[in-house]
């Protein structure tokens, strides 16, 4: 299993920055892939940005130019560097693992972080 802790979050204006941290343990070797979903009330869970274990990066086309994701890997961490934020970019931020298992992959999830960005 692979546990996920996210940090970072908080209140900021538009036009204001925010750095979310994850720290991952336990199976950290089986990880594939690692990133960022947002759900904000009333909508569905959405990609922000993933990293893979051959550094490809993924962005939401809402994202591109603002967030920026990057990996320690020797310290289990990934980043997500907010700029620019807008009032839409208000939702609970999820870290989440695709991690290798003996027949599937499996998605893990932590248990989230409220960005809360006002006008």
């Known amino acids: 299993q692979v546990q996920l802790v996210e940090s970072g979050g908080g209140l900021v204006q538009a036009g204001g920055s925010l750095r979310l941290s994850c720290r991952a343990s336990g199976s950290t070797d089986r990880i594939k892939a690692i990133g960022w979903y947002r759900q904000a009330p009333g909508k569905q869970r959405e990609l922000v940005a993933t990293?893979?274990?051959?550094?490809?990066?993924d962005y939401a086309d809402f994202v591109k130019g603002r967030f920026t994701i990057s990996r320690d890997n020797a310290q289990n961490t990934v980043l997500l560097q907010m700029n620019s934020l807008k009032p839409e970019d208000t939702a609970v931020y999820y870290c989440?693992?695709?991690?290798?298992?003996?027949?599937?992959?499996?998605?893990?999830w932590g248990r989230g972080t409220q960005v809360t960005v006002s006008s």
């Open positions: 990293i893979n274990n051959d550094g490809k990066i």
């Open positions: 989440n693992s695709r991690t290798r298992g003996p027949v599937y992959d499996y998605n893990y």
